[in-house]
């Protein structure tokens, strides 16, 4: 059985501290700050697959350059 969980330091704003001094994850409230995690990642690999394009096309500029040498 696959058993997930997530440390309260990784989370701050979800963790709550009970009388009895234990934390614990608002885990109702994390479906949000996934999602946020996600466009974040989301937004980011955007990016550097943007970067790669753009190195590419350089690349195949100088290819083309070196043939006609």
Do not use: R
């Amino acid at each position: 059985m696959l058993m997930v969980g997530i440390t309260p330091l990784s989370v701050k704003a979800l963790v709550k501290t009970g009388s009895d001094g234990y934390k614990s994850v608002a885990y109702t409230k994390l479906t949000a700050v996934l999602v946020e995690a996600i466009k974040e990642l989301k937004s980011e690999n955007d990016e550097l697959k943007a970067q790669v394009k753009a190195q590419q096309d350089l690349m195949a500029s100088i290819m083309v350059k070196l043939e006609t040498l």
